[in-house]
């Protein structure tokens, strides 16, 4: 069963995929993107992914 999330056009494939999995770790990285701080979403994905 997938979860739809609501997501901005520019959001990573990788955070994006995170979010459906995990949307609880995800919710920084993804208000970091609505905020335009991209490059700390992509390391909040990646070290949510390293756990």
Known sequence: EDIV?????????EVEELATHDPEKEGNALDM???GDQAKAMEQAEAANAQ
């Open 33 to 35: 993107v609505k905020e």
């Open 5 to 13: 999330v609501d997501m901005p056009a520019d959001v990573p494939p």
